[in-house]
Structures are given as structure tokens and as C-alpha cells.
């Protein structure tokens, strides 16, 4: 069935410097790439997203890349702050959007002052 | 408020006992889909709405549960005889069926199984 691997689990920087999450995913019909950001007790919300026509998007201090040929995409935060502490949610969706999401197991990013 | 919202946010029941959650997503969003979360994981896909048409159902939704959206506004989800492996959060998401597709998560109903 569709899976999707995130790695690392946990993720620990110093404020200011670069953080990297890492997905694959294994549906190659899957054409719509989400970020969500889930802060504790809150809601996911989503912070970025990237469709299998673009190699790369960027937004501010974040940016995801795509590799459709490897199944990799990738978040890149950068000048990292203390609110960005959180988990990080990547998901990889079938259709161009909103059907059967299938989320990775998170990353907890931690950014000490 | 025009978010997503869910009821009740917080549901302690007995092993056995039937439970039923709603979801009421942002009225002009069409699509509304069902996850659940556990401790340490991402949101797990249940089943998902397209207006009052279920189109998709995950292998992870047992006969127990039983979602609806009859007018196609707000969806409930039923869970009959609870068991253990039930306890977790469950997230409702609501989005339009045209870009930008973003999905839009209700605060979800943490539910605890004695």
C-alpha cells in the first residue's frame, strides 16, 4: 500500500542555523506534496506545499524541494527561531489534492536559543 | 468562528459503549475527510466526503465505525463497541475540491476507551 518515510524522528538545532526533513514516498501517482506544522495540543496546519509539476518552492524562511524520479521531497527551514519548535507533518497525496493524504510519522524540531 | 470545529472535544467512554463525534467544516468547503492520531504518529487517512458521497474508505476503518455526511455539510463519525485500540484523536478536516486543496483540521475529540 501507499507509505510515506520521514525521517529524522527528531531533529535538535541551535537558533539561526538550517534544518532538513526528509520524505519518500511510494505511490508514483501521487502529484501533491503538503507540510504541516503541528504545535503540542494544537491542530496540524498546513505551512507549505509542492505539486509534482514544480521542482521547487519557497516561502520566507521555507522551502521544499521534489525529486519525482527518486520519490524524495524535502523541507529546508532556514535562520531557524524558537517558535519553530514543533512537529512537522510531510504527506503525500494520490490525486492533485485532498484524497487519501498519507502522512509520515513526523519530525519533532526542537530549536534551542 | 469559521474554522473547522468538532464535538465534543474531549470523550471518556467504557469498552463496549457506542460513541459518536462531529465534524462541522467551513461551510463552503465540499470535501471533508476523517483521520486518526495517535501518541508520536501523523494522522492516519479514514475515510473522506466529496459533499454527501463517500468516495474512499482506508483498510484501518473496521464495520465498527460508520461515517455519514447526509446533506452534505456536516459529517458524523460512529464507533460502535469501543474497544481499547479505539483511544486517540480524532481529526476532521474540511478543503474545496479546486486548488489550492489545502485542508483545513478541526481541533480534533481526543477519545479515551476504559
Known amino acids: 500500500g501507499e507509505n510515506v518515510e520521514q525521517h529524522p524522528s527528531t531533529l535538535s538545532v541551535q537558533e539561526g542555523d538550517s534544518a532538513v526533513i526528509k520524505c519518500t514516498y511510494s505511490d508514483s501517482a501521487s502529484n501533491y506534496f503538503p507540510w504541516y506544522k503541528q504545535e503540542l495540543g494544537k491542530r496540524p496546519q498546513l505551512i507549505i506545499d509542492?505539486?509534482?509539476?514544480?521542482g521547487e518552492k519557497k516561502d520566507q524562511r521555507i522551502a521544499v524541494t521534489l525529486n519525482k524520479t527518486a520519490k524524495h521531497f524535502s523541507l529546508h527551514i532556514t535562520e531557524t527561531q524558537p517558535e519553530d519548535s514543533a512537529v512537522y507533518f510531510c504527506a503525500a497525496d494520490g490525486n492533485t489534492g485532498g484524497f487519501k493524504t498519507i502522512f509520515g510519522a513526523g519530525t519533532r524540531l526542537f530549536v534551542k536559543a | 468562528d469559521t474554522g473547522v470545529s468538532q464535538n465534543p472535544r474531549h470523550k471518556i467512554t467504557k469498552r463496549g459503549q457506542n460513541v459518536t463525534f462531529r465534524c462541522d467544516p467551513i461551510s463552503e468547503h465540499n470535501r471533508l475527510y476523517w483521520y486518526r492520531q495517535t501518541l508520536g504518529q501523523g494522522p492516519e487517512f479514514l475515510t473522506y466526503?466529496?459533499?454527501?458521497?463517500?468516495?474512499?474508505k482506508s483498510r484501518l476503518l473496521s464495520d465498527r465505525f460508520s461515517a455519514e455526511r447526509p446533506k452534505g455539510s456536516f459529517s458524523t463519525l460512529e464507533i460502535q463497541r469501543t474497544e481499547q485500540g479505539d483511544s486517540a484523536m480524532y481529526l476532521c478536516?474540511?478543503?474545496?475540491?479546486?486548488?489550492?486543496?489545502?485542508?483545513?483540521f478541526g481541533p480534533g475529540t481526543r477519545l479515551t476507551v476504559t
Open positions: 509542492i505539486r509534482s509539476n514544480v
Open positions: 466526503f466529496q459533499n454527501e458521497a463517500q468516495l474512499e
Open positions: 478536516a474540511s478543503s474545496l475540491d479546486r486548488p489550492p486543496y489545502e485542508q483545513y
